[in-house]
């Protein structure tokens, strides 16, 4: 591998996002073989990197997986790529607890050297303090130089320049305000309803970053150091949870996808269940029910369920499809949209939609009810703990679980501080639900269902 680094910034809203995809994109289109990743739990992201990229974005958590799996996790991705990049989260040193879980983390970890992105639209000679608490609070992470982002003009730029000379730290480029390059946001993230980028040479990033960033320069200066453990790629799920024997007869998986209804799936969980067998896709919002004889675990994984419900009430053959197979005693795993879908219904202020009456609750969609649950999440079950994380502003209606159903079994689920959060662990006959998106790269999924 030709280079590999990190990049963040001081603080949510700098610009990482954007030259993260855009340089993605510029050293594709110079032909080099690019793997993403994005540090933290977001699955939005990293849409936007396959889809410049052409090879799938990997979640690095330091909250959600060990050391030791997160540098095989990257070896592993990194295989046969030339240049690694991974998208920061938050500001630099925001992590679940002080700078744990953060972007500093992971950049310690794996050894990657960081591209501090600063929006410099209202600050020139103050930004050589700013530079200089960052660069040095924290002496084990290596810093590949500083990009400044909504420089106003030519004369900003040198002053900027002239603070990275007197710090002695690397300036890779000022970006002049570009309006036109900001990504369309919503209430949970980047708006990907659109077209994705699907060609590198098609976005008017590469261009722009290729005039005004020393990309050369960032190649250089970030030969891959090497992680301490494992010294060479190696199999991925090697420790310390390996996956079973494969169970006989083969174990197959059938997974809800589509564009945005079910599309928030973590690629370590794609992978964790290619492990056991065949691993098959269906679109819920087409009226043609899958045929479920053979199938060992329906897997549904969330997304914004609540913008397409009049095509998944109206696929009522699917809906019966899968209350059938959770009936007979189907392993059903939803999550967060996916729970959401195997409820009763969901209302919005447009109308009440039914859903596929699987768990005995509603949930509401309305502007009125929502409220914004987000954060990382634990569990415990036969000894193995399940981390995660939720990420939503629907509600189960009334605030609570219907509890009173005696084939329900609500187990507690927890926050990175040991706080008890409202939203259990739901179980009824074969099937677990929750508002969690789980991260399976460390453990058996199928131990939940013991």
Not at 28 to 50: L, N
């Amino acid at each position: 591998m030709k280079a590999a680094f990190l990049i963040a910034a001081p603080h949510s809203g700098s610009g990482k996002t954007t030259i993260a995809r855009g340089l993605m994109a510029l050293f594709h289109s110079k032909g080099y073989i690019v793997q993403p990743f994005k540090c933290g739990p977001d699955y939005i992201d990293t849409k936007f990197h396959e889809a410049v990229c052409g090879r799938p974005s990997v979640n690095l958590d330091s909250y959600f997986a060990s050391p030791i799996h997160l540098q095989r996790l990257f070896l592993h991705y990194t295989e046969g790529a030339d240049i690694a990049i991974a998208e920061g989260m938050m500001g630099l040193f925001d992590g679940f607890d002080r700078d744990r879980g953060s972007s500093a983390e992971i950049a310690r970890l794996l050894s990657l050297p960081v591209l501090l992105v600063v929006d410099a639209a209202s600050a020139a000679y103050s930004m050589a303090a700013l530079l200089q608490g960052f660069t040095h609070f924290r002496p084990d992470v290596r810093f590949l130089g500083v990009v400044f982002n909504k420089v106003g003009s030519p004369r900003h730029a040198q002053m900027l320049r002239q603070v990275c000379e007197d710090l002695r730290l690397p300036c890779l480029g000022c970006l002049p305000k570009n309006p036109e390059l900001e990504t369309p946001s919503r209430y949970l993230g980047l708006d990907f309803s659109g077209s994705l980028p699907l060609a590198p040479c098609s976005s008017p990033l590469a261009p722009f970053l290729e005039e005004h960033l020393e990309w050369e320069t960032m190649l250089r200066l970030s030969p891959l150091s090497p992680c301490s453990l494992p010294p060479a790629p190696c199999p991925l799920h090697l420790a310390p949870c390996p996956l079973p024997p494969a169970p006989e007869p083969p174990f197959r998986t059938l997974v809800a996808r589509n564009a945005e209804s079910f599309s928030f799936i973590y690629r370590e969980t794609l992978d964790r269940l290619a492990a056991l067998g065949p691993v098959c896709f269906f679109d819920p919002e087409t009226d043609v029910a899958p045929s479920f004889g053979e199938v060992s675990l329906l897997y549904l994984p969330g997304g914004y369920p609540e913008r397409h419900l009049p095509s998944l009430s109206a696929a009522a053959s699917v809906r019966r499809a899968v209350r059938d197979y959770a009936e007979r005693g189907g392993r059903v795993l939803a999550e967060c949209g996916g729970m959401m879908y195997l409820t009763q219904s969901i209302a919005t202020d447009e109308g009440c939609y039914p859903m596929c009456g699987v768990l005995p609750c509603r949930i509401s969609a309305r502007k009125a009810d929502r409220h914004l649950s987000l954060g990382y999440r634990h569990f415990c079950h036969r000894g193995a703990e399940y981390r995660g994380h939720e990420f939503h502003y629907t509600q189960v209606e009334g605030g609570d679980w219907d509890a009173q159903d005696s084939s329900v079994r609500l187990d507690a689920v927890f926050d990175a501080k040991g706080l008890r959060v409202p939203n259990p662990i739901v179980r009824r006959w074969n099937v677990i639900a929750s508002y969690t998106h789980l991260y399976w790269g460390e453990q058996d999924p199928l131990r939940l269902f013991e």
